[in-house]
């Protein structure tokens, strides 16, 4: 078992590493990484130590072939204690600065100072059991000898828990659902993790130095090593294994699919909109020349009807009509081009109730009878370009009115509300409509997919709308809501305090 998680973590981190190279994805890369080489040192170091019994081999080898296989690998004592020292001191490190980067204290004005007093213990227990200082310096059978195990195992386990309380203050503090579920699973990662590093975390890197010290050699360690276990051990040591191995390989593949499925999707949308911004501009024209043409039809048909008496008022609304969707159409191609035409994006921090401002009045020039409830707190700010940011959150009032009519609830209003959640802003709008399948989910965001009529809607909508919001340098997501409707969460880069 514990032959397979280490080969996962292994696995794991350079795959994650390989994904996205972020400052998250190379902090959760260093913690698989960093406990990858502290079990492998443990298990090289219990294959050559043996004296288990063949169940405890089952457990962490799978057989006794593999143990043997171990045993005869030609590494010294001060390698292998060295590679003991670096997991077991870096692990805890690496797992708190992941901690503090999602914590809310690494916006703190001394969050630099918390990062060098993190260094401290790390750093003095790495030099303490280096193996020609702790040789030289760490005389055998010696309090001093006890005082840097208790030392380096104190520590680290308090760096274990403190990381483990500042991801569960966090969590408790997201309210968002979704900001809650893509943060738990990384917490659920991080907490399997912990737990197999606390099950053999025990392992004193001196033992390894002085492994033929008799006295010290039983008296740290591993306790499960200490003596033959009976079958409950046997089976809370298996069942200890198989529940943190499984949670920490499955959490880490979540969170590895999580990336890459992010990325897949970028990725498949970026052509899509490449695509579209390449031959949308020839589409505008076609059609636009074509409407023109129709236009100058229209002029000669109402020229030649002026002259006829029959039915001539008649004739005349059927070209009123005519005219009147031909302005419209040359309406919706100039704003077509407009929205695949390259774009320049200012931002400035601007005030959210002066966006609420805008994105009504917007609204409301196109649904007069429309319903919004506002909750957006007017003092906090984000960096943002007033007038595309605006006409971004105008969108999705309209869509979600339409959505509300959709579903035969006029009377209830569109709800717009904003969420302060760790690094980010989040305007939330809310409908009551009747949801968004899981089908149309896929491709909601797509140029030019509509599940609405396609003679007055194009499709570019919320395609238009995601533009702006990745050129604010946030997200748009889309959830659908327990009591019915959906909710568009637009996530944008937290401004100030």
């Not at 292998?80 to 997991?87: A, C, D, I, K, R």
């Not at 969050?111 to 401290?120: F, G, K, Q, S």
Request: net charge positive; with cysteine; glycine share 8%.
């Amino acid at each position: 078992m514990l032959l397979v998680l280490v080969a996962g973590l292994l696995a794991g981190s350079l795959l994650v590493l390989l994904i996205k190279r972020t400052r998250e994805t190379l902090l959760m890369s260093a913690v698989c990484l960093t406990l990858t080489i502290f079990l492998a040192g443990v298990m090289i170091l219990i294959s050559k130590q043996g004296g288990i019994s063949r169940e405890l081999e089952r457990v962490l080898f799978f057989s006794h072939a593999v143990r043997v296989w171990l045993q005869y690998r030609f590494i010294t004592l001060n390698q292998l204690g060295l590679v003991v020292s670096v997991g077991r001191h870096l692990f805890p490190l690496c797992l708190l600065e992941m901690s503090l980067y999602y914590s809310r204290l690494s916006a703190a004005a001394n969050a630099r100072r918390l990062h060098w007093l993190a260094l401290l213990c790390p750093a003095a227990s790495l030099t303490a059991y280096w193996p020609g200082f702790y040789r030289g310096l760490i005389p055998p059978d010696s309090g001093l000898q006890a005082a840097l195990y208790y030392f380096s195992y104190l520590w680290a386990a308090g760096y274990v828990v403190l990381a483990l309380l500042l991801l569960a203050l966090e969590l408790r503090a997201i309210r968002t659902p979704f900001c809650r579920r893509q943060f738990g699973k990384t917490a659920l990662c991080l907490l399997a993790l912990s737990a197999l590093y606390l099950l053999y975390c025990g392992q004193d890197p001196g033992q390894i130095y002085r492994f033929y010290s008799y006295d010290y050699l039983w008296i740290r360690g591993a306790g499960y090593l200490q003596y033959t276990l009976s079958v409950g051990g046997y089976v809370l040591l298996t069942a200890g294994n198989v529940i943190c191995g499984a949670l920490a390989l499955a959490s880490l593949l979540m969170y590895t699919q999580d990336t890459l499925t992010a990325r897949e999707r970028e990725t498949g949308l970026e052509r899509r909109f490449d695509v579209a911004r390449s031959g949308a501009s020839v589409f505008v024209h076609s059609i636009k020349n074509q409407l023109l043409a129709n236009r100058v039809l229209h002029k000669r048909i109402r020229g030649e009807l002026q002259r006829e008496a029959p039915d001539l008022e008649k004739l005349r609304q059927y070209v009123d009509s005519l005219s009147q969707n031909n302005e419209q159409l040359i309406t919706r191609s100039e704003e077509l081009y407009r929205t695949v035409k390259s774009k320049s994006v200012r931002l400035f921090p601007i005030s959210l109730d002066r966006l609420e401002r805008v994105a009504l009045d917007r609204f409301a020039r196109k649904h007069p009878e429309g319903l919004v409830e506002s909750r957006l707190d007017g003092d906090i700010q984000v960096l943002a370009d007033e007038n595309y940011l605006s006409e971004a959150l105008y969108n999705l009032l309209a869509n979600a009115w339409e959505a509300n009519l959709e579903a035969g609830r006029s009377d209830r209003p569109v709800l717009l509300v904003c969420h302060q959640e760790r690094f980010y802003t989040i305007l939330e709008v809310r409908d009551q409509g009747p949801g968004i399948s899981p089908a149309a989910r896929k491709h909601i965001f797509e140029p030019f997919y509509s599940s609405k009529n396609a003679n007055f809607n194009w499709g570019m909508g919320l395609y238009h709308t995601r533009t702006i919001v990745r050129s604010h340098l946030g997200s748009l997501r889309v959830e659908n809501n327990p009591g019915g409707g959906a909710s568009f969460l637009v996530v944008l880069p937290r401004y100030g305090g």
